[in-house]
């Protein structure tokens, strides 16, 4: 998990509307709205970050521990790749996107 990072993609329109980030892809007209925790890796995500790194300022904000803030964390990084949003390098890209 430490080789695998990061990075946001351009293309989404932001807003923060109720405590929520909620954005619009640009190209394909999709609404996103993403609650405090997926808001947050949203922003460390503004610059390439490895998971290790996402997940050190996680569980340094929130009570969870690495080992299913990992886990988590992939999973959502998967979902953002999986749409558009996001790009996932590193030794386990391949499978991440899957």
């Not at 790194?53 to 340094?60: F, G, P, Q, V």
Request: proline share 3%; glycine share 6%.
């Amino acid at each position: 998990m430490n080789a695998l990072t990061a990075r946001r993609l351009p293309g989404l329109v932001e807003a923060e509307i109720d405590g929520e980030l909620v954005a619009l892809h640009i190209e394909n007209g999709t609404c996103y709205s993403f609650n405090a925790t997926a808001a947050h890796i949203w922003a460390l995500l503004d610059r390439p970050r490895s998971v290790a790194d996402i997940c050190a300022a996680l569980t340094a904000d929130f009570d969870v521990d690495p080992a299913t803030c990992g886990d988590q964390v992939v999973l959502l990084l998967r979902d953002l790749q999986k749409d558009g949003l996001a790009v996932l390098e590193g030794d386990q890209a391949a499978s991440a996107s899957r």
